[in-house]
Every structure is written in structure tokens, then in C-alpha cells.
């Protein structure tokens, strides 16, 4: 008895000099069998009431450098998955991670969380209070157990589908904790989606949590959910706080209902004002799009996290070719003349724009490489009755097939004769009406810049490309610091999709 009391007093002196020296706790030693990836590690949850998993990507400096303290990047898992999934069978995070380091990337700690089926929130009954955990516990535990640098300033958190959600909602709700936030492919949706989903869907996935559980139209938009949803929190009243964090989404043109509510947050964040970065590109709801997105988001987390002011990383250096144009400004494939069979006319419609930047577009718009007989016409729209010059520019030259390009200010007449063309480009224009159905038998191909003053235009046109099951593709990407070059960019971001 006396034995073991003796222990217990010199065991409380130890702990008492540890907790008054004022020290920060000693980070346990990786030693000779360091790994950088460590699965299903643990925490114990007086929150939760439960054990919690975690995995950990260490810095390949970690070892070797025993004093250094690095950045942390949450990374979060979408719904049915866990904290292994981010490198699981189908998603390789670290193999991008890792070749992202190669080209330069920043040594980080990545921290990949269980988050069960919570979309990382607490449940409206306060059975299951996830985020609290999030913020009391696991931070403060990877702060106190690895060698982080424990400040908002060098946090970050990203998480696809569900994940997406979460990253939004921790960061929206704790603009304290984190300085970037990238929601990837968010799991979410506008109110009309949630009025229209299935009972057992809502159910399931946000009735337990946010509460409106078996019930139906508005009764399902509790004001418990309004208070985590990014429609009702990023909003003027909000701006000030919100705007300490950067913000980055991104989702797939293919995605099925994602992209409407994504789509509809980057419209409602431009309205009001509050800064973020939107891109919209080619994919859909699956591993290869959000390895993707990583290859701007962590550069963007390292460029902010070592005190960069305004990203523009990801703005492409598109070199444009040295085509041959004939003097009137038009350019002629190589199997144009040699053959009479599937000809493709393309014409660059724009409103005045001078003769060199035309020729600069038109050669932008050349696909180079391409086998099919092609020509790019330029016609001028401000000149006169659409379908007169229309007429006029296309004389001489035969085609099976009519596209047009459309640029600026032009597109509001395009779109305005759009029966006349079997597909539609617009880089950076501006449309007029868009109704609420399209013809389903023309394809539209359609690019702006995240800060265009497109926007709303290619929102709607979006949307109407959806509901008449029209064939479309739609990207938003990073606007350049030079805005002449916007439009070259976009059409570079549209190559892909050209039927020459």
C-alpha cells in the first residue's frame, strides 16, 4: 500500500511539472520504421462517447527534420465511406499528394477523418454532436500529437461529396479555425431539390441530422439545417466573417443534381459579393474529377498558407498557333479542298472588334492536328441584319455541318438565331432570354471565367440545357489577370468539345 501510494504522489509531481513548466507536450518520435501514410489510428471521444478513427500523411522531412512544424490539410470523406477511402481501392489522394511534391508542392500534414454519415455536423437532437468533436478534440489532438503549426493561418480543409458538405459547414460555422476551404463535387442541394426527393432518401441522409424527418415540401427546410446551409449562411449580414477564408468549389458538368446547387451558390456569392473561387469542369461524381480539382487545390492551400495575397495559379498559359489565315481572315484546313464529303463551317461571330484580335481568335479556335475539312469564317454581327450577313459570309464556301463561335456582346444574337447552327460555342458571351427549353437535337458548348459577367446567362443556359436533355458542356475557369485574355482562354478550355 505504502508502495504503490508513493508511486501515485511521484506520478502527480511529474504530471503537475509537466502541465505548469509551460512547455509544449513532446511530439512522440516517428523513429527508424517511420511510414508517411498511417491508417485507423484512434482518438477517444468524451464528445461522442466513442473512439473515433483517423489516418495521417506525414511529410517526407518529417524525420529528418525534428524541429520543423508544418501546415494541415483536413481531408474529408464522402458519405458511406470512412477515413481510409481518400486512399482506398478508387480514390489515390497521397499519389497525388505525392506528385504534386514533386513539382514543387510544400511539405504538409493531411489528416483524413472518420465522419461516419454526419456530413460533419452535430445532430439537431444533440445525440451526435460531430463537429463539436471536430473542433474540441481532433484538432486540438493533432495540434498536441504531431508537429503542426496550430494557428488558422496554416489550416485548411477540403472533402468531396458528403466531405464537400462538411468542409463547407466547419469552415462557414468556425471562420476562427481555418484559413481555405474547397469543397469538392458538394453534396447538396437547392430547396426545390429537397421539396422533390424521395421520402427515404431525405430520410436517410439529412432528416436524422437536421431534422424534418418523414416530412414533406417546406416542413423539410428546418430552420436547424437553414443554420448549415451555405444558401442561408453566405449571405451580406455574413460577408465580413466569411470572407476570412478562401474559398474554392468545384463540380462536374456531368455531375446528375450537383452542379445546379453549386452552380446556384457561385450566382448567389456573386451577387452578393463575397469572394471565392467556382471552376466547372468535364466529369462527374467519381475519383478521377476530385484527384483532379486536388491539382489547383492544395498549390491554392500552400500559396495562402505561406501568406500568398490572390490566387491566380491555375490561369493557363495557352500559346496560341501561328496558323496560316488567307486575307480575308478566314482559316482553311489542310483537307478542306481535297475533299466535298463532311465539311464543317465555323463562324466567329463578334461585334467590331478590330482586325488583329480577330485574327487572334480565329487562330485560337484552330484545332490543330485536326483531320476533318474544316473552315473558321469571321463575320462581324454589328453589320446589318443577322441573316443577311450571315448569308453573305458563308457564300462561296460549302458544308454539311454549321457551328458558330460567339464572342462578347455577339452572343446575344447568336443565341437570338440559334436555330440556324447545328452547335453553339460562346466564350465569354452574353446571351438574351434564355428560355426555360431548347431544341434537343444542337449541341452547346459554353465557357466564362468564374468573375464574367456571363454568369447568370450561362447559369440559365445551363439549366435549360438540363431540362431539355440537350447535349451540352460547360466549363468555368480561373479569370487572368490580363482580361484579353479570358476569351482565348475559354476557347482553349473548349477544344476538347469542337466537332473539327
Given at each position: 500500500?505504502?508502495r504503490?501510494?508513493?508511486c501515485?504522489?511521484?506520478l502527480?509531481?511529474?504530471?503537475?511539472?509537466?502541465?505548469?513548466?509551460?512547455?509544449?507536450?513532446?511530439?512522440?518520435?516517428?523513429?527508424e520504421?517511420?511510414?508517411r501514410?498511417?491508417?485507423?489510428?484512434?482518438?477517444?471521444?468524451?464528445?461522442?462517447?466513442r473512439?473515433?478513427n483517423?489516418?495521417?500523411?506525414?511529410?517526407?522531412?518529417?524525420?529528418?527534420?525534428?524541429?520543423?512544424?508544418?501546415?494541415?490539410v483536413?481531408?474529408l470523406h464522402?458519405?458511406?465511406?470512412?477515413?481510409?477511402?481518400?486512399?482506398?481501392?478508387?480514390l489515390?489522394?497521397?499519389?497525388?499528394?505525392?506528385a504534386?511534391?514533386?513539382n514543387g508542392?510544400?511539405?504538409?500534414?493531411?489528416v483524413?477523418?472518420?465522419?461516419?454519415t454526419?456530413?460533419?455536423?452535430n445532430?439537431?437532437?444533440?445525440?451526435?454532436?460531430?463537429?463539436?468533436?471536430?473542433?474540441?478534440e481532433?484538432?486540438?489532438?493533432?495540434d498536441?500529437?504531431y508537429?503542426t503549426?496550430?494557428?488558422?493561418?496554416?489550416?485548411?480543409i477540403t472533402?468531396?461529396?458528403?466531405?464537400?458538405?462538411g468542409?463547407?459547414a466547419l469552415?462557414?460555422?468556425?471562420?476562427?479555425?481555418?484559413?481555405?476551404?474547397?469543397p469538392?463535387?458538394?453534396?447538396?442541394?437547392t430547396?426545390?431539390?429537397?421539396?422533390?426527393?424521395?421520402?427515404?432518401?431525405?430520410?436517410?441522409?439529412?432528416?436524422?441530422?437536421?431534422g424534418?424527418k418523414?416530412?414533406?415540401?417546406?416542413?423539410?427546410?428546418?430552420?436547424?439545417?437553414m443554420?448549415?446551409c451555405?444558401?442561408?449562411?453566405?449571405?451580406?449580414?455574413?460577408?465580413e466573417?466569411?470572407?476570412?477564408?478562401?474559398?474554392?468549389?468545384?463540380?462536374?458538368?456531368?455531375?446528375?443534381q450537383?452542379?445546379?446547387?453549386?452552380d446556384?451558390?457561385?450566382?448567389?456569392?456573386?451577387?452578393?459579393g463575397?469572394?471565392?473561387?467556382?471552376?466547372?469542369?468535364?466529369g462527374?461524381?467519381?475519383s478521377?474529377?476530385?484527384?483532379?480539382?486536388?491539382?489547383?487545390v492544395?498549390?491554392?492551400?500552400?500559396?495562402?498558407?505561406?501568406?500568398?495575397?490572390?490566387w491566380t495559379?491555375s490561369?493557363?498559359d495557352?500559346?496560341?498557333?501561328?496558323?496560316?489565315l488567307?486575307?480575308?481572315?478566314?482559316?482553311?484546313?489542310?483537307t478542306?479542298?481535297?475533299?466535298?464529303?463532311?465539311r464543317i463551317?465555323?463562324?466567329?461571330?463578334?461585334?467590331?472588334?478590330d482586325?488583329n484580335?480577330?485574327?487572334t481568335?480565329?487562330?485560337a479556335?484552330?484545332r490543330?492536328?485536326?483531320?476533318?475539312p474544316?473552315?473558321?469564317?469571321?463575320?462581324?454581327?454589328?453589320?446589318?441584319?443577322?441573316?443577311e450577313?450571315?448569308?453573305?459570309?458563308?457564300?462561296?464556301y460549302?458544308?454539311?455541318?454549321?457551328?458558330?463561335m460567339?464572342?462578347?456582346?455577339?452572343?446575344?444574337?447568336?443565341?437570338?438565331?440559334?436555330?440556324l447552327f447545328?452547335?453553339?460555342?460562346?466564350a465569354?458571351?452574353?446571351?438574351?432570354?434564355?428560355?426555360?427549353?431548347?431544341?434537343?437535337?444542337?449541341?452547346?458548348?459554353?465557357c466564362?471565367?468564374?468573375?464574367?459577367?456571363?454568369?447568370?446567362?450561362?447559369?440559365?443556359?445551363?439549366?435549360?440545357?438540363k431540362?431539355?436533355?440537350a447535349?451540352?458542356?460547360y466549363?468555368?475557369?480561373?479569370?487572368d489577370?490580363?482580361?484579353?485574355?479570358?476569351?482565348?482562354?475559354?476557347i482553349?478550355a473548349l477544344?476538347?468539345?469542337?466537332i473539327?
Amino acid at each position: 500500500m505504502n508502495r504503490s501510494f508513493l508511486c501515485i504522489l511521484t506520478l502527480l509531481a511529474f504530471v503537475s511539472a509537466c502541465s505548469c513548466n509551460g512547455k509544449e507536450p513532446e511530439v512522440p518520435d516517428p523513429g527508424e520504421h517511420f511510414q508517411r501514410y498511417t491508417t485507423d489510428l484512434t482518438i477517444d471521444s468524451k464528445i461522442l462517447g466513442r473512439k473515433v478513427n483517423y489516418s495521417i500523411t506525414l511529410p517526407k522531412s518529417y524525420v529528418s527534420e525534428k524541429e520543423r512544424r508544418y501546415p494541415v490539410v483536413y481531408m474529408l470523406h464522402g458519405y458511406g465511406d470512412d477515413n481510409n477511402s481518400w486512399n482506398g481501392n478508387w480514390l489515390h489522394g497521397n499519389d497525388k499528394i505525392f506528385a504534386l511534391e514533386s513539382n514543387g508542392l510544400s511539405d504538409m500534414i493531411y489528416v483524413f477523418p472518420q465522419g461516419f454519415t454526419t456530413y460533419y455536423c452535430n445532430y439537431y437532437t444533440g445525440a451526435f454532436n460531430y463537429m463539436d468533436m471536430f473542433i474540441q478534440e481532433l484538432i486540438p489532438y493533432i495540434d498536441a500529437n504531431y508537429r503542426t503549426i496550430a494557428d488558422r493561418e496554416h489550416r485548411s480543409i477540403t472533402g468531396y461529396s458528403m466531405g464537400g458538405f462538411g468542409a463547407m459547414a466547419l469552415a462557414s460555422k468556425h471562420p476562427e479555425t481555418f484559413l481555405c476551404c474547397a469543397p469538392l463535387s458538394m453534396s447538396f442541394r437547392t430547396d426545390d431539390q429537397y421539396m422533390a426527393e424521395s421520402q427515404s432518401g431525405w430520410d436517410k441522409q439529412w432528416g436524422e441530422i437536421f431534422g424534418g424527418k418523414g416530412q414533406n415540401g417546406e416542413a423539410r427546410i428546418t430552420s436547424y439545417y437553414m443554420q448549415h446551409c451555405p444558401f442561408y449562411q453566405f449571405v451580406p449580414a455574413n460577408k465580413e466573417t466569411l470572407e476570412k477564408v478562401h474559398w474554392y468549389f468545384t463540380c462536374g458538368d456531368d455531375e446528375e443534381q450537383l452542379l445546379i446547387a453549386n452552380d446556384t451558390l457561385h450566382v448567389q456569392l456573386r451577387d452578393y459579393g463575397i469572394r471565392h473561387e467556382f471552376r466547372v469542369d468535364d466529369g462527374a461524381h467519381n475519383s478521377k474529377y476530385w484527384l483532379n480539382a486536388l491539382g489547383e487545390v492544395l498549390p491554392m492551400f500552400d500559396y495562402y498558407m505561406n501568406g500568398g495575397k490572390q490566387w491566380t495559379g491555375s490561369v493557363a498559359d495557352n500559346k496560341v498557333p501561328d496558323a496560316e489565315l488567307l486575307p480575308n481572315g478566314v482559316f482553311v484546313s489542310e483537307t478542306y479542298n481535297s475533299t466535298s464529303d463532311g465539311r464543317i463551317a465555323i463562324i466567329l461571330a463578334h461585334e467590331g472588334l478590330d482586325e488583329n484580335t480577330v485574327k487572334t481568335l480565329t487562330k485560337a479556335m484552330v484545332r490543330e492536328y485536326s483531320l476533318k475539312p474544316y473552315v473558321i469564317i469571321p463575320m462581324d454581327v454589328s453589320k446589318g441584319s443577322f441573316v443577311e450577313t450571315l448569308s453573305e459570309t458563308v457564300n462561296g464556301y460549302t458544308y454539311q455541318t454549321l457551328g458558330v463561335m460567339a464572342i462578347g456582346e455577339a452572343g446575344k444574337k447568336v443565341f437570338a438565331n440559334r436555330r440556324l447552327f447545328n452547335n453553339l460555342y460562346f466564350a465569354e458571351a452574353l446571351l438574351a432570354d434564355v428560355p426555360a427549353q431548347l431544341s434537343g437535337d444542337q449541341q452547346y458548348c459554353f465557357c466564362c471565367t468564374d468573375e464574367s459577367s456571363s454568369f447568370r446567362d450561362f447559369s440559365a443556359l445551363y439549366r435549360a440545357c438540363k431540362r431539355s436533355e440537350a447535349q451540352f458542356e460547360y466549363r468555368v475557369i480561373n479569370n487572368d489577370p490580363d482580361k484579353d485574355k479570358d476569351i482565348i482562354n475559354c476557347i482553349f478550355a473548349l477544344h476538347n468539345t469542337f466537332i473539327y
